[in-house]
T-cell receptor
Framework: AQSVAQPEDQVNVAEGNPLTVKCTYS??????LFWYVQYPNRGLQFLLK??????LVKGSYGFEAEFNKSQTSFHLKKPSALVSDSALYFC???????????FGGGTRLMVKP | DAGVIQSPRHEVTEMGQEVTLRCKPI?????LFWYRQTMMRGLELLIY????????DSGMPEDRFSAKMPNASFSTLKIQPSEPRDSAVYFC???????????FGPGTRLTVL
């Protein structure tokens, strides 16, 4: 079985400050990890993924994520938040050889001016 | 490319009626996924296809739900008869190959009265 936990329902940050959205996962074998973002009344948009290689992955819109195997975490980060980053963020995991993505419950990011 | 196309974008129907949701995946993508999103249960995978063949339908909640993919460019998700608890946003996603990210459609918001 595979699972994803996003421990924070909401993260509040001031514009210009760094942000972190937390994600921990559980999967047997090598994980394939993703972050997606959802804006109101829209579908999910891909931000970044980790398969193998460098533990720090860079993605769209200045976001990055750090894979930590020992802590089974894949936290999403951005050095300087924008108001337009306010949205719902989902972490997802699958086994590298599998096809079924398991999503976390989502974290709402609120960036205030 | 226009991305994943879903229709209708909104559907309001009465309990007991048949509902058909439609999806056109991105051309060349050989995997297609149907998800349901609710506040209570988050994002749930209902079924997925590979090369038009249903591979795993273990997420389909009941026999009232059925999905087909008659060709590489079209899939349907049908609910018959519909019930108020089926109210949700239904997403279709497609993916090119085994080791890539999924691309989501804009979703269909279904309301069953």
């Amino acid at each position: 079985a595979q699972s994803v936990a996003q421990p924070e329902d909401q993260v509040n940050v001031a514009e210009g400050n760094p942000l972190t959205v937390k994600c921990t996962y559980s999967v047997s074998g090598n994980p394939y990890l993703f972050w997606y973002v959802q804006y109101p009344n829209r579908g999910l948009q891909f931000l970044l993924k980790y398969i193998t290689g460098d533990n720090l992955v860079k993605g769209s819109y200045g976001f990055e994520a750090e894979f930590n195997k020992s802590q089974t975490s894949f936290h999403l980060k951005k050095p300087s938040a924008l108001v337009s980053d306010s949205a719902l963020y989902f972490c997802a995991v699958r086994h590298l050889a599998g096809n079924m993505l398991t999503f976390g419950g989502g974290t709402r990011l609120m960036v205030k001016p | 490319d226009a991305g994943v196309i879903q229709s209708p974008r909104h559907e309001v129907t009465e309990m007991g009626q048949e509902v058909t949701l439609r999806c056109k995946p991105i051309s060349g993508h050989d995997y297609l996924f149907w998800y349901r999103q609710t506040m209570m249960r988050g994002l749930e995978l209902l079924i997925y296809f590979n090369n038009n063949v249903p591979i795993d339908d273990s997420g389909m909640p009941e026999d009232r739900f059925s999905a087909k993919m008659p060709n590489a460019s079209f899939s349907t998700l049908k609910i018959q008869p519909s019930e108020p608890r089926d109210s949700a946003v239904y997403f279709c996603a497609s993916r090119p190959g085994q080791y890539n990210e999924q691309f989501f459609g804009p979703g269909t918001r279904l309301t069953v009265l």
